[in-house]
């Protein structure tokens, strides 16, 4: 792979694209585009919301080898897209390409006979040449296969961890033809330490990271579904899956809420796709069933515990530590913490929500009328605490100063001290 050759465009500088274009910019000319002005304007000042990449990285890089844009006449020069915008799904849990469309309609207005285009957002089986390539011959006049090429690499960023980054994880890559998948290998090669998996087709890739999502989704749905089980039971899940992780090929899933912007929603594309061909799906569709029930299930019991005590619920206040999908990151997309939240509420229950990391624009713009909390009333009484997402932050949280002040706590993530914990999931 010649360095001085190649001028790479990243399509979308979200959680995916930002880690993306810093690693290919430490070898080649990198535009790192984003349609958001003001995402880029952040980013060219050094801030990053997503807590990503720091300013000492952005200033280096931008002096080396990246240019921040969102100027469509800026990619008119690179020949090798790489496209990393969100696949989100709409309010029936249909696929929304909106996002998706849109960008490859910018990048076929920029094509040129011998460029590459590459797809990391998830989608389903087929999307990429059955969605995606009529798009990008209509805007640009070319031929696929022979004027450009295509490929998909699925992305395996995993938000907020800072130990299993983009180039420690490996990639699986693939083209349209068996010389475009060559060639996109060997340019992810290039900056993946961990190596690459070059799959026989683009179908077969889009396929795999399909099936990564969905199968954490079914194996969490089944843990949770033994938390229903074992309530009714009076038994402690955890201490059950303690005692059955003793065994050497026990997967070790932990309940829990499953939101997100992968495996809350990658699923629904893998079924999409599969009622297309008429298969309806079972196993995949009831694991979503009970994952999405999590969230219910958890407010009945902090509303049974403050019975149990004696607490009018009509009066009661509580508060939920954490309102991001996942632990250590910002990213509030898909979270269900919102629907322990709005449970409460409707049972009249006093409810702050207090979490330091949780991007504010965003939840001012998603979740209207939700307030989260940076900073928490020390002077405050609560009568419940409920740990609903386990950021290092709150490790020093003083679970025990509220506990002896008669708040009862709740511990979804089950990492709280088990002496001050009243129920756990």
């Given at each position: 792979m010649e360095c001085k050759k190649e001028k790479i465009a990243v399509i979308g500088l979200g959680y995916v694209g930002l880690p993306l274009a810093l690693a290919y910019a430490e070898k080649y000319q990198v535009v790192g585009f984003d349609v958001s002005e003001a995402r880029v304007n952040e980013l060219k000042k050094g801030n990053d919301h997503t807590l990503e990449a720091d300013a000492e990285k952005l200033a280096e890089m931008q002096r080396k080898n990246l240019v921040l844009s969102c100027r469509i006449d800026d990619l008119k020069n690179c020949n090798h897209y790489i496209v990393t915008v969100p696949t989100p799904i709409d309010r029936f849990n249909n696929p929304d390409l909106t996002y998706l469309q849109s960008a490859t309609r910018t990048i076929g207005s920029v094509l040129k006979r011998g460029d590459y285009v590459v797809y990391e957002s998830t989608t389903y089986?087929?999307?990429?040449?059955?969605?995606?390539?009529?798009?990008?011959?209509?805007?640009?006049?070319?031929?696929?296969?022979?004027?450009?090429?295509?490929?998909?690499?699925?992305?395996?960023?995993?938000?907020?961890?800072?130990?299993?980054?983009?180039?420690?994880i490996k990639k699986i890559t693939s083209g349209c033809t068996p010389e475009a998948a060559e060639h996109i290998d060997n340019l992810y090669s290039s900056i993946i330490e961990a190596g690459t998996y070059k799959a026989p087709s683009i179908k077969v890739a889009e396929a795999a990271k399909a099936v990564e999502n969905a199968q954490r989704d079914v194996n969490i749905s089944f843990v949770n579904e033994l938390a229903l089980i074992f309530d009714r039971l009076g038994i402690d899940t955890g201490d059950v899956l303690e005692a059955a992780s003793?065994?050497?090929?026990f997967l070790n899933f932990r309940p829990g809420l499953v939101g997100g912007h992968c495996i809350g929603v990658d699923p629904y594309y893998l079924m999409h796709k599969a009622s297309s061909?008429?298969?309806?799906?079972?196993?995949?569709?009831?694991?979503?069933?009970?994952?999405?029930?999590?969230?219910?299930?958890?407010?009945?019991?902090?509303?049974?515990?403050l019975l149990r005590e004696g607490r009018d619920t009509n009066s009661a206040k509580a508060l939920i530590l954490g309102y991001t999908f996942k632990e250590n990151c910002p990213d509030v997309r898909g979270t269900k913490v919102v629907d322990i939240y709005s449970e409460l509420r409707d049972f009249r229950l006093d409810v702050d929500i207090f979490d330091p990391i949780a991007d504010q624009t965003a939840i001012a713009k998603d979740f209207p009328g939700v307030k989260v909390k940076q900073e928490y009333d020390k002077n405050k009484k609560y009568d419940i605490i409920i740990l609903a997402v386990a950021h290092k932050c709150f490790r020093d949280f003083p679970f025990e100063q509220y506990k002896r002040d008669g708040a009862?706590?709740?511990?979804?993530k089950g990492v709280v001290d088990r002496k001050l914990v009243d129920a756990r999931l």
């Open positions: 089986p087929g999307c990429t040449e059955e969605e995606c390539v009529p798009i990008l011959e209509k805007a640009s006049g070319l031929k696929h296969c022979v004027d450009f090429f295509t490929g998909y690499s699925p992305e395996r960023i995993n938000p907020g961890d800072k130990q299993n980054t983009l180039t420690k003793t065994k050497w090929n061909v008429g298969y309806h799906s079972e196993v995949i569709l009831s694991g979503r069933r009970v994952n999405n029930s999590i969230a219910r299930f958890i407010a009945d019991k902090v509303l049974k515990l009862l706590i709740y511990d979804v």
